[in-house]
Nanobody, 126 residues
Framework: QLQLVESGGGLVQPGGSLRLSCNAPSGFTLNRYAIGWFRQVPGKEREGLASINIYGTPTNYADFVKGRFTISRDDANDTVYLQMNNLKPEDPAVYYC??????????????????WGQGTQVTVSS
């Protein structure tokens, strides 16, 4: 089991931007893992946002984030990013990244993934 680490969350004003990062702890790499980004608020099911395969190709975007959120992979830093632009009042949540080993595809279904991080909080407020 791979324990992922999310970072980059925080407080942003409506219309602002954040870039979230997903990393592996020391001793592991994301090189062979497809990565997905998810979010969850209390009382709601976890929502899939975007996914990227082991080759660095984005594979899935949720309809409600298309044009605002972008997933990318930086192999030099062994990091997967979620760039979030034009944040809305409905975007606050705990954001998670998830991994599945050796996959040429991705998924927006939480059950598809092997490993998860602890999440990073995103707050949108004026």
């Amino acid at each position: 089991q791979l324990q992922l680490v999310e970072s980059g969350g925080g407080l942003v004003q409506p219309g602002g931007s954040l870039r979230l990062s997903c990393n592996a702890p020391s001793g592991f790499t994301l090189n062979r893992y497809a990565i997905g980004w998810f979010r969850q608020v209390p009382g709601k099911e976890r929502e899939g946002l975007a996914s990227i395969n082991i080759y660095g190709t984005p594979t899935n975007y949720a309809d409600f984030v298309k044009g605002r959120f972008t997933i990318s992979r930086d192999d030099a830093n062994d990091t997967v990013y979620l760039q979030m632009n034009n944040l809305k009042p409905e975007d606050p949540a705990v954001y998670y990244c998830a991994g599945r080993h050796t996959s040429f595809r991705g998924s927006l279904s939480p059950d598809w993934y092997d490993s998860w991080g602890q999440g990073t909080q995103v707050t949108v407020s004026s």
